[in-house]
Nanobody, 124 residues
Framework: QVQLVESGGGLVQAGGPLRLSCVAS????????MGWFRQAPGKEREVVAA????????YYADSVKGRFTISRDNGKNTVYLQMNSLKPEETAVYYC?????????????????WGQGTQVTVSS
């Protein structure tokens, strides 16, 4: 069983940066693809970014392309989400997720385990 713990959320002004981290424990981390999702109040969960097992392949939602960067350090069992130029409408709970496959996936149903989430609030 894999456990994920996110950190790095908080309050940031519009236009500012924030870096989220997600540490995995349990089963082998470096064989599995990971993703970041977010859910704003009253809205459905949406994928933000995803990365394959070795970082060679990534996916970004159109809304974050050019501003967000997903990366991973398999030696530290950690995946990151660097967020720049944040917008107030990106206020949400951000979740880290992992899947028992090595390839990138964009649907929440394709992921097998989830973190508890970290709140990101972007003030205008």
């Amino acid at each position: 069983q894999v456990q994920l713990v996110e950190s790095g959320g908080g309050l940031v002004q519009a236009g500012g940066p924030l870096r989220l981290s997600c540490v995995a424990s349990g089963r082998t981390f470096n064989s599995y693809a990971m993703g970041w999702f977010r859910q704003a109040p009253g809205k459905e969960r949406e994928v933000v970014a995803a990365i394959n097992w070795n970082g060679a392949s990534t996916y970004y939602a159109d809304s974050v392309k050019g501003r967000f960067t997903i990366s991973r350090d398999n030696g530290k069992n950690t995946v990151y989400l660097q967020m720049n130029s944040l917008k107030p409408e990106e206020t949400a709970v951000y979740y880290c997720a992992g899947r028992y496959r090595s390839t990138v996936a964009t649907l929440g149903t394709e992921y097998n385990y989830w973190g508890q989430g970290t709140q990101v609030t972007v003030s205008s």
